[in-house]
């Protein structure tokens, strides 16, 4: 062997590459398309949260916090769930301060899940799910949203698979992943589907990720529906949220875990040694920040505002609009676009609508392990009016 050349191993994620968010955001930049295809805002945060931060810095919070995080934001997020969804999380012993819901959410998987552990999730499903996993040394088992089609044959919504997760959910089962409001199809779970999901898994071991980053984006009135509103599936599962997508800040990677003591203890186990803490100033920033309640309850009529004028400008086109109760994405099905492109697989559809008619968007599927053809794409609307308004007038070309 050259002693120059690096040794061969085997790799712990042999079937990972290039994520589609990475693959068409760069193809947005070459071809200086409007990127609507990853989830992120293009408009600023609030600047007294910026000041916030700020302040702490100057008042030299910049060494390490503790390991669960600080005081003041734990009892803040105490608050308010207790507040919004009425379970009373110890912040000591039951929250921890996370680098954002996708480190939670890997801490979480390798903190209960050993080797030949089982974990359900339901496709399409966030892309960090089944590698996380894989690291942990367990086996995904998948199931898939029911797709509901109208007479003629488009997209018309998805539906919780109550059937297959019945059959998927067996002693093997450690685990089972749920996500509301959904990325990418924008679904909710009701209180009914809670009640639900609490029959099922009574009589078993299972424990349940519930990652819920999307929180604060449930529209028309409606509520949102999270196990901290369930004490019976409380109980026995870890809680994801983020920083990051409520306070239009995804690039400060900052979240949080709430579970109960033996979950916590667990998952503090497994933080202390990938991260240990998070970033201090921003702690304090944003403890400061969630002390007034209407920087999150005000969030659903901004969003909602946004998701109307979007779907307004969409209803002019040939896309079949699929209902968005919650997130900031909006999905549609292109199968009756009045071009041949129109028959062609989501990624070649997106790759297209990207390099010829100027604006990105994902295909859904890519949020399955084994690409599952819809006919369905997903736009994220957290934008500015003009970037709306902008890809708009280039999609009603169409």
Request: aromatic share 10%; with cysteine; proline share 7%.
């Amino acid at each position: 062997m050259n002693p120059l050349e690096t040794p061969s191993f085997p790799s712990r994620l042999p079937q990972v590459g290039t994520t589609i968010f990475t693959v068409m955001s760069a193809l947005a930049a070459e071809h200086q398309a409007i990127n609507l295809g990853q989830g992120f805002p293009d408009f600023p945060c609030d600047r007294q949260l910026i000041g916030e931060v700020n302040q702490a810095m100057l008042s030299d919070h910049n060494q390490y916090p503790p390991m669960i995080g600080i005081a003041e934001l734990r009892h803040g997020i105490s608050q308010k769930i207790k507040t919004l969804y009425g379970y009373p999380y110890d912040p000591d012993t039951e929250i921890t301060i996370t680098a954002g819901g996708t480190q939670g959410i890997l801490t979480a998987i390798l903190s209960c899940v050993s080797p030949g552990d089982e974990v359900i999730i339901i496709e399409p499903a966030y892309d960090s799910y089944r590698p996380s996993i894989e690291l942990a040394g367990g086996k995904t088992i998948a199931v898939s949203l029911q797709v509901m089609r109208d007479e003629s044959g488009q997209v018309a919504s998805y539906e919780i698979p109550w059937d297959a997760l019945a059959k998927a959910l067996n002693p093997k089962t450690r685990l089972i992943i749920i996500n509301t409001p959904h990325n990418p199809t924008g679904m909710v779970w009701e209180k009914s589907d809670l009640n639900r999901l609490a029959d099922l898994i009574r009589n078993t071991d299972a424990l349940i990720l519930s990652d819920e980053v999307y929180e604060h984006m449930v529209y028309d009135g409606a509520q949102h529906h999270g196990v901290a509103s369930h004490p019976e599936l409380a109980a026995r599962s870890f809680l994801i949220s983020s920083f990051g997508k409520t306070y239009h800040v995804t690039g400060w990677k900052v979240g949080y875990v709430a579970a109960p003591p033996a979950l916590t203890k667990e998952f503090r186990k497994v933080h202390q040694f990938n991260v240990f803490t998070v970033n201090t100033p921003m702690q304090y920033g944003l403890a400061s920040y969630l002390s007034d309640a209407k920087h999150y309850l005000n969030l659903p009529d901004f969003y909602q505002a946004k998701r109307d004028f979007f779907r307004a400008g969409l209803s002019k086109t040939n896309f079949k609009l699929l209902p968005t109760p919650g997130t900031y994405f909006q999905c549609v099905d292109y199968s009756s676009l009045n071009i041949p492109q129109s028959k062609w697989n989501e990624a070649d559809f997106c790759k297209w609508l990207t390099t010829e008619v100027g604006v990105a968007a994902i295909p859904v599927s890519a949020f399955y392990d084994q690409a599952t053809e819809s006919g369905v794409i997903r736009f994220c609307f957290a934008k500015q009016a003009q970037t709306l308004t902008n890809a708009l007038q280039r999609l009603q070309t169409l």
